[in-house]
C-alpha cells in the first residue's frame, strides 16, 4: 500500500529504537524485535510520505510527533531526506525535542546529565554555561524535573474493536486498569454512563481525562453487566525524595471530618490503610486502600477538612461521590450526592 519501506539505512536508527525498548529487547524471541523495528521503519516512511504529499511550494508544515520520530535527526528528517533526495528536490527540516533535566547534583557531577556541568559551578569561574554534548535535535527545550508525578493518568487498557463492539484486548500489569480488576475479553458498553459510538470516540474520552477524577466502566463479562470504577490520582513514590520535590505521603489513623470511615469486621475485606498526601503548595488528599486497590479518595481543603469524597465501589444507593458544604465554623451545612452518570442523587 506504501512502496517500498527500507528498514538497513541505519544502524544508529536501529540502536535509537532498542534503546528505547530496553530490556524487553533481550526477552523477545528471535526475530520479534527485527519486527518492531519494521514497523518502526513504516511509521516514520510513512509519515514523512505523507508530509511530502502535502507541502506545498512556498508553505511550511508544523508537525507534532513523538520525540523517538525525531531524536537525532533518524526517523522522519531522515526519511524525507532519502526521499527527497532521489528526485533532486530539498526540503529544510528543523526538529525540536523537550528534555527534562535531572535536579542539579550537589557534588556538580555532569555525568548523565543532559547539560554536562549545570553551568552553576561558582568555584570554576570559567566554567562555561552548560552545552549538549548530542545533537539530539536542532532545538531542544528544557524543563525542570517535576518528580515522579506524571502530568496526565493513564488508565493500563489496550483496547480493540471487531464489528462496532469495544473489547479489552489486555490489561497492563501494575497499572489503575489491572488493581481494579479489568480482564481481557472484557466488552465495553459505556464510560461513566455514556456509550461510545466507536473505539475512536472511547478514546477520546479517555484522552481527555485529567487526574482526581473517578472513571466508571460498564462492562460486559460472561453475559453479565458489572460497573469497573477507576480513581484517578497519581502515585507519588518517595522512595527517591527528589524524584517527587514537594510531595508528602504518610500513613494516618481513622479520621472523622464527618465522612465516616466504614468498621471492616475481622472476617470481612482486609483492613483498610489509610495515608495523606500532600503538595506543599496545595491541598491534599486522604487515600483509602484496600489491598493493592484505591476505594476510596477524601480531597481536603487549605484546612484539612474534606470537601469532596470518590468512591470506587459505589454505593447501595448509587453515590460515587460526594460533596460537601460546609459553614463558617467548618461544620458540615449541607452535602450533594451523585452517581456513576454525574446526576444529582436525592
Given at each position: 500500500?506504501?512502496?517500498?519501506?527500507?528498514?538497513?539505512?541505519?544502524?544508529?536508527h536501529r540502536y535509537l529504537i532498542s534503546r528505547y525498548f530496553g530490556e524487553t529487547v533481550a526477552m523477545l524471541p528471535p526475530g520479534w524485535f527485527d519486527n518492531m523495528y519494521a514497523a518502526q521503519c513504516l511509521w516514520d516512511v510513512v509519515m514523512a510520505r505523507s508530509i511530502l504529499a502535502e507541502l506545498g511550494p512556498g508553505e511550511?508544515?508544523?508537525?507534532?510527533?513523538?520525540?523517538?520520530?525525531?531524536?537525532?535527526?533518524?526517523?522522519?528528517?531522515?526519511?524525507?531526506?532519502?526521499?527527497?533526495?532521489?528526485?533532486?528536490?530539498?526540503?529544510?527540516?528543523?526538529?525540536?525535542?523537550?528534555?527534562?533535566?535531572?535536579?542539579?547534583?550537589?557534588?556538580?557531577?555532569?555525568?548523565?546529565?543532559?547539560?554536562?556541568?549545570?553551568?552553576?559551578?561558582?568555584?570554576?569561574?570559567?566554567?562555561?554555561?552548560?552545552?549538549?554534548?548530542?545533537?539530539?535535535?536542532?532545538?531542544?527545550?528544557?524543563?525542570?524535573?517535576?518528580?515522579?508525578?506524571?502530568?496526565?493518568?493513564?488508565?493500563?487498557?489496550?483496547?480493540?474493536?471487531?464489528?462496532?463492539?469495544?473489547?479489552?484486548?489486555?490489561?497492563?500489569?501494575?497499572?489503575?486498569?489491572?488493581?481494579?480488576?479489568?480482564?481481557?475479553?472484557?466488552?465495553?458498553?459505556?464510560?461513566?454512563?455514556?456509550?461510545?459510538?466507536?473505539?475512536?470516540?472511547?478514546?477520546?474520552?479517555?484522552?481527555?481525562?485529567?487526574?482526581?477524577?473517578?472513571?466508571?466502566?460498564?462492562?460486559?463479562?460472561?453475559?453479565?453487566?458489572?460497573?469497573?470504577?477507576?480513581?484517578?490520582?497519581?502515585?507519588?513514590?518517595?522512595?527517591?525524595?527528589?524524584?517527587?520535590?514537594?510531595?508528602?505521603?504518610?500513613?494516618?489513623?481513622?479520621?472523622?471530618?464527618?465522612?465516616?470511615?466504614?468498621?471492616?469486621?475481622?472476617?470481612?475485606?482486609?483492613?483498610?490503610?489509610?495515608?495523606?498526601?500532600?503538595?506543599?503548595?496545595?491541598?491534599?488528599?486522604?487515600?483509602?486502600?484496600?489491598?493493592?486497590?484505591?476505594?476510596?479518595?477524601?480531597?481536603?481543603?487549605?484546612?484539612?477538612?474534606?470537601?469532596?469524597?470518590?468512591?470506587?465501589?459505589?454505593?447501595?444507593?448509587?453515590?460515587?461521590?460526594?460533596?460537601?458544604?460546609?459553614?463558617?465554623?467548618?461544620?458540615?451545612?449541607?452535602?450533594?450526592?451523585?452517581?456513576?452518570?454525574?446526576?444529582?442523587?436525592?
Open positions: 500500500m506504501v512502496g517500498e519501506v527500507a528498514v538497513d539505512g541505519s544502524d544508529e511550511t508544515m508544523v508537525v507534532v510527533v513523538g520525540s523517538g520520530h525525531v531524536a537525532y535527526g533518524l526517523g522522519i528528517a531522515r526519511r524525507i531526506h532519502d526521499e527527497t533526495a532521489a528526485s533532486g528536490d530539498s526540503v529544510k527540516v528543523s526538529t525540536f525535542c523537550p528534555v527534562t533535566a535531572p535536579p542539579p547534583d550537589p557534588d556538580h557531577d555532569p555525568m548523565g546529565h543532559p547539560m554536562g556541568g549545570h553551568g552553576e559551578d561558582t568555584s570554576a569561574p570559567t566554567e562555561k554555561p552548560g552545552r549538549f554534548t548530542r545533537s539530539i535535535a536542532d532545538f531542544v527545550g528544557v524543563f525542570p524535573d517535576t518528580g515522579g508525578v506524571v502530568p496526565y493518568p493513564t488508565v493500563g487498557l489496550r483496547l480493540g474493536e471487531n464489528e462496532g463492539e469495544i473489547t479489552v484486548s489486555m490489561v497492563w500489569p501494575d497499572t489503575a486498569a489491572a488493581s481494579a480488576g479489568f480482564e481481557s475479553g472484557d466488552r465495553i458498553l459505556d464510560l461513566n454512563g455514556n456509550t461510545p459510538s466507536s473505539l475512536t470516540e472511547l478514546r477520546e474520552w479517555l484522552a481527555a481525562t485529567s487526574w482526581n477524577e473517578r472513571l466508571g466502566f460498564l462492562v460486559e463479562r460472561d453475559g453479565s453487566e458489572l460497573e469497573i470504577g477507576v480513581l484517578l490520582y497519581p502515585e507519588v513514590d518517595l522512595t527517591e525524595p527528589e524524584a517527587a520535590p514537594g510531595w508528602t505521603v504518610e500513613p494516618i489513623g481513622d479520621f472523622d471530618p464527618r465522612v465516616p470511615i466504614a468498621v471492616i469486621a475481622p472476617d470481612g475485606p482486609p483492613a483498610a490503610r489509610r495515608v495523606l498526601v500532600e503538595k506543599e503548595d496545595g491541598p491534599g488528599w486522604v487515600e483509602v486502600w484496600f489491598g493493592d486497590v484505591l476505594e476510596e479518595v477524601h480531597e481536603l481543603d487549605a484546612d484539612s477538612l474534606v470537601v469532596r469524597s470518590l468512591y470506587r465501589t459505589a454505593k447501595d444507593d448509587g453515590t460515587v461521590e460526594v460533596r460537601y458544604l460546609r459553614g463558617a465554623n467548618g461544620a458540615v451545612v449541607d452535602q450533594n450526592r451523585f452517581d456513576r452518570t454525574g446526576a444529582t442523587l436525592k
